[in-house]
C-alpha cells in the first residue's frame, strides 16, 4: 500500500431528510488538532440532515480517505456507514465523525458506493438586467425594473415610471435583499423614492429548506402582517394563512391555496381576500409546454413582472371573483411567454380585451433583458 499524504480538506455532500441537495460537493479545510484533525464549521439551518459523501483529500486535491456507502463492497469495514443522520439543533454546535478507510491505487470509487464521473464545461446562465413593460401596446415603455447584483445573488431592484417617453423615467421605489450565510433570503426591504427610508419590510423564516413564514412590517414595524405556508408530507405548498395587522382579532385565516398535478407542479392557485375572509379574489391558472412544471411562481400581481417564470411555464390565466358565491365576471387576462435559445423568459404578451384591471392593459408587452 502507498504512503498516503497528509490530510488537508474533506469533500462532502449533505442531504435533507428527503433527499434534496443541500450542501453537493463542498469542499472544506481541516487544521491540525492534536493528533487528530477538525474542520472548519459549516453553517446549516436547524433540522435533520444526512451525510450523503465524505472524501479526505491532499494537498493536490487526491481523495486519500473516504467513508463507504451502505450496500458498497467496502462498507462492512466501518461502523456507520454514509449515508449518516445528524441533527442540527440552536443550543450549540454539532460534531459529525464518520469513520474513514484508506484508498489505495488498487481502489475504485464503486468500492466505496460512489459513483464515478466525468465533467462537463457549461457557461453559466446570464443574469436578468432590465425589464421593460409597454403598456398597451405603447412604443415606448411605461415601466422599467433594473437589477443589480451582489456576491449573494439578487441585491436590488428598482422600478421606474417613464413618461412621456424612456428619456423621462422616474424612480418610484427600491427593493433591497439580505441573505443568511448559507444563501438564503434573509430580508428584503422596499425603500420610497422620495423620502429614501425603509417603508415596508419582509423578514423570512425557514423550516429545513422549505419557507416556513413571512413576517411583513409597514411603516418601520409599527403594524405587521404574517404569511405562513403549510406543505404536504412530500414538501408540496398547500395553503398559506394570514395574521394581519389591521385586524383586531389578529386571527388566522386562508390566503392562497393550491392545486398540483401528480408530478407535483402548481396547477391552480386560489388568492382569497386578504381583509375579508368570506371573499375569493383571484384565480391563477397555469398552462405548461414540454418542460412541465414551473420553478418559480408569482404569488400577486404586484410581482408579475418583477420575478419571471422560467421556460417551463407556457401561459398564464387570471380571473377576478369579487366575493364568495357571486358568479366570476366575463373578464380575465392571459399571459404568453416567449422564450430564448438558453430557456430564459424572453417576452409576454397580456390578452385582456375586457381591459380589466387586472395586472396589464390588453396589448401590453413585457421584455427580458440578460447581461452577456
Not at 101 to 112: C, K
Request: proline share 5%; net charge negative.
Amino acid at each position: 500500500m502507498e504512503t498516503l499524504t497528509k490530510p488537508v480538506a474533506v469533500l462532502l455532500s449533505i442531504e435533507d431528510n428527503d433527499g434534496n441537495s443541500i450542501e453537493q460537493n463542498k469542499k472544506i479545510l481541516l487544521y491540525t488538532f492534536g493528533n487528530g484533525y477538525v474542520s472548519e464549521s459549516l453553517q446549516l439551518a436547524t433540522g435533520t440532515y444526512q451525510l450523503a459523501q465524505f472524501m479526505v483529500l491532499d494537498a493536490d486535491n487526491k481523495v486519500i480517505y473516504a467513508t463507504p456507502v451502505e450496500g458498497s463492497e467496502l462498507a462492512q469495514y466501518v461502523n456507520d456507514p454514509l449515508p449518516i443522520e445528524f441533527v442540527v439543533s440552536d443550543d450549540g454546535t454539532t460534531l459529525v465523525t464518520p469513520q474513514v478507510l484508506a484508498v489505495d491505487a488498487d481502489n475504485t470509487p464503486e468500492n466505496f458506493g460512489y459513483v464515478r464521473f466525468s465533467f462537463e464545461v457549461v457557461t453559466p446562465l446570464p443574469r436578468l438586467t432590465q425589464i421593460k413593460v409597454f403598456e398597451g401596446g405603447l412604443s415606448y415603455a411605461t415601466h422599467m425594473l433594473d437589477y443589480t447584483y451582489s456576491n449573494n445573488g439578487l441585491d436590488e431592484v428598482k422600478f421606474y415610471y417613464c413618461y412621456p417617453d424612456e428619456q423621462n423615467c422616474n424612480t418610484s421605489a427600491w427593493y433591497k435583499f439580505e441573505y443568511y450565510p448559507d444563501g438564503r433570503i434573509k430580508g428584503r426591504y422596499l425603500y420610497d423614492a422620495i423620502t429614501g427610508n425603509v417603508v415596508e419590510t419582509d423578514i423570512y423564516e425557514y423550516e429545513g429548506i422549505l419557507t416556513k413564514k413571512i413576517n411583513h412590517y409597514y411603516d418601520q414595524y409599527n403594524t405587521s402582517n404574517a404569511v405562513e405556508f403549510f406543505y404536504d408530507q412530500n414538501n408540496k405548498l398547500t395553503h398559506s394563512t394570514l395574521s394581519s395587522g389591521y385586524s383586531s382579532e389578529n386571527s388566522n385565516y386562508r390566503l392562497s391555496e393550491y392545486t398540483h398535478n401528480e408530478d407535483g407542479s402548481i396547477t391552480e392557485h386560489v388568492y382569497l381576500d386578504g381583509l375579508n375572509k368570506d371573499g375569493l379574489r383571484f384565480i391563477f391558472t397555469y398552462t405548461f409546454d414540454q418542460y412541465n412544471t414551473p420553478s418559480l411562481y408569482n404569488t400577486g400581481i404586484a410581482e408579475w413582472v418583477m420575478f419571471p417564470v422560467n421556460k417551463n411555464v407556457a401561459s398564464i390565466t387570471l380571473k377576478e371573483i369579487y366575493q364568495a358565491g357571486d358568479p366570476p365576471p366575463d373578464c380575465s387576462t392571459n399571459q404568453a411567454y416567449q422564450y430564448n435559445a438558453l430557456g430564459l423568459p424572453e417576452s409576454y404578451v397580456t390578452s385582456n380585451p375586457e381591459n380589466c384591471y387586472l395586472g396589464f392593459m390588453d396589448g401590453t408587452v413585457v421584455q427580458y433583458f440578460y447581461n452577456q
